[in-house]
Every structure is written in C-alpha cells, then in structure tokens.
C-alpha cells in the first residue's frame, strides 16, 4: 500500500496546486503566529475552497483555544485537527469530541524514552504524527528541518496509523519509512527555499519519492 504524504505549511495558490498536482493525500495549513508558514483565516478559507476535496484539508494547532479553533473550523473546514502543541491526552479528547473531526497527534521525539506516552495518545487520537523535538532555543514547535533517530520508532507496535516528519526531504523519505514502518510522510520545511517558501519541484520529487518507497520495499 502506499503510503500517506501529507505537504505542511501551505501558504500560496501556486504551492498548493503543487500539492494537489502531485498527489498529496494532505495539504497542511499553519495556525501559529510565530510560524513563517502561518496563515491568515482569510487566506485559509481561499486555500481551503481552492482544494476542492482533491485532498484532505488539515489545520495545524499549537496549544489553540477553543475560540480560536472555532475561527479555523469556519474558515477552512479541516478534515483533520493537527495539534503540535504540548496537548494533553485529555485536551485530545476533548477537542476531537467537541468539533467532530479526527484529530491527529504530534509528537516530539529524541530518545526512546520519549514513546512511553505513546500508548496514552494513541488511545484518543486518529492518527499519530512523530517529529524530531525541536532544538531547546527553537521558537516553532516543528519545521526546524531537524531529524530524529528513526530507528527509535523500530518495533513501535500500535493500534493507530502514524506518520514521520522531522527533516524529511526526496533525498531521504525512503530511508525513513522504511526503518520506521510508518503508514505516512510529512514534509515542510524539506520542499522549501527559505523558511515559509515551498517549491513547487521539491514538492512534486518529495511525494514522487514516498509514493514509490514501498515498491522498492516490496
């Protein structure tokens, strides 16, 4: 099966038909101020109407409030609620209870020590998302273009899909979905130029690149 790839951090028309174009099963849109990649409820529900269903809508939370993602529901009518923030499980379950949609969980990974809340989230939430955790001084809770060790993940036995992000790019997302038998692939900074600008080209070698990682597999 091929595996899910999902481009994050879609801020322009252009980037977005990339993805779509491409074949992206996901296009991310960032809701965090400090991000290069954020963008605005005006600009989101553009881009949302732009997708046009050929690819699941998905917001990327940080520690939002119930108000705020209220705004982001009516404006860009997410598929998946993204939370990479330090929500706790319960924070999970509260907000994929109270706005019905499924939610996906990101977690910041280093040492193997750091899956031993795994099985908590995994319970609450749709899908699990790993990410390298951000440098101590990094102001983004992810799209630093760090990796993680992915070999951490190896054995990692769930009940829900999970994807890998951290430093991905064409270059090495085989490698990583093959050492961490994750289900999907989440690139941002990875398809950019600079911070907050995507590629159309990379975009479209990234998800080239991940679709045909289980074929060499097999």
Known sequence: MSPLVKICGLSTPETLDAALEAGADMVGFVFFPKSPRNVSLEAAKALGERTGGRAKKVALLVDADDAEIASIMEALRPDVLQLHGKESPERTTEIRTRFGVPVMKALGVSTRDDLTGVPAFAEVADLLLFDAKPPKDAVLPGGNGVAFDWPILAGLDLAK?????????????????????????????????????????????????????????A
């Open 161 to 217: 899909p999970f994807m890998v992000s951290g430093g991905l790019d064409a270059g090495n997302v085989r490698d990583a979905l093959a050492l961490t038998k994750a289900q999907g692939a989440d690139v941002s900074s990875g398809v950019e130029t600079a911070p907050g600008i995507k590629d159309p080209r990379r975009i479209r070698d990234f998800v080239e690149a991940a679709r045909t990682a289980r074929e060499e597999q």
